[in-house]
DNA sequence: AGGAGCGGAGAACGATCGTTCCCGCAGTCG
DNA sequence: CGACTGCGGGAACGATCGTTCTCCGCTCCT
């Protein structure tokens, strides 16, 4: 098992548990379990807890934004709407458990890694690129409330319906 | 100071420490020394520091609800558009930080408390009542995830916006 | 063949957590 | 006045956390 093999295997664990159980919840002795690669080289790889969050949220954004991406351009929807296509099907994931980025920013405070704000400003600018060019500039901001609302909203109750009403408004909006 | 006024500290000081900073981030001692009551005191009205979690939770959605509840039957706007404008003061509360109940949710997850749920149940419930009578049956989670969504975004981007941008979305939602 | 160095397994460390215990004082009743 | 009760202050306890260290076997180079 070379390093970047131990890379992978770190962030599936950590994804696995700090995404279902919260990050202060898990400890990292929790994490080499899972894994099978010992805390030294943890240690070498990912020098601090901290940093080992990051690359979680980092990988995770990465992965989260491009199946986004891909499965939006190849709909044959409008991309708005592909987006709670998409959205549905994430919902109803067995694991689905809200936004991770969400809930690490609510766990952590202040003190959440840059990233979760990249995060979201990436998904807004996201919309504003798909919202057709003759809307007015606050669809994007409307559509983001719509996401997140959805989103925020299947964290509790999963399944595809809530990005099914988010997807009905969000129709409306586009036919306005 | 008796037992009544003890107890008001203690969730004084909880709703401050662990809305700001999370829960598990935040140590029994910390919310001893910030409530000026003894720790021997505390264990007697609170038995483990879940009970204090949850009474925090449970002071907290019976205000909430009151707040919203109260505002709404004041305004001179239709029920569910003062829901909005509502949101709008909220958010720019100076330590607005998200939804007391997301945030625990996504910390503790299925170790979250009951009232978690209940408190979204009783905020669906409430929007299905606002709603005006001719609206159809989807009409009441189309605005629950309005009102989610515009919660979550301004967690990361505290001010009145998110909410007018709801409402934008709301005012369509009535007037179709 | 032999030694030098790296990596794995897991013990150990200091800090901090939730929770309990001890002690000393203040007030009360006989 | 003196014994008892109850409470506050804070030390103490066991568990667990993030992080480091120790030990040992393996490999690789000459």
Redesign the interface.
């Known amino acids: 098992m070379d390093d970047e093999e131990a890379r992978t295997r770190l962030l599936d664990a950590a994804e696995e548990l700090f995404y279902?159980?919260?990050i202060?919840?898990v400890g990292m002795d929790r994490i080499r379990t899972a894994s099978g690669v010992p805390l030294k080289r943890l240690y070498r790889l990912y020098p601090a807890k901290e940093s080992l969050v990051t690359a979680y949220l980092e990988r995770r954004d990465r992965r989260w934004t491009t199946s986004l991406r891909e499965s939006v351009a190849a709909s044959a929807q409008p991309p708005v709407l592909a987006v709670f296509d998409w959205l549905a099907r994430w919902f109803s994931e067995p694991d689905f458990?809200?936004?991770a980025f969400?809930?690490?920013?609510?766990?952590?405070?202040a003190?959440a890694p840059e990233v979760?704000?990249v995060h979201?400003a990436e998904l807004r600018s996201l919309l504003a690129e798909w919202a057709p060019a003759a809307a007015p500039p606050?669809l994007a901001?409307?559509l983001?409330?719509?996401?997140?609302?959805?989103?925020?909203?299947a964290?509790?109750?999963p399944g595809p319906?809530?990005a099914r009403?988010?997807r009905?408004?969000a129709e409306?909006?586009l036919a306005?």
């Not at 969400?102 to 405070?109: P, W």
């Not at 983001?144 to 909203?153: F, I, M, N, P």
């Open positions: 279902r159980h919260g202060q919840a458990r809200g936004c969400l809930n690490a920013y609510g766990e952590l405070g003190a979760v704000r979201k606050a901001d409307q983001l409330v719509l996401v997140e609302g959805a989103t925020a909203v964290a509790l109750s319906e809530p009403r988010a009905e408004v409306i909006l306005k």
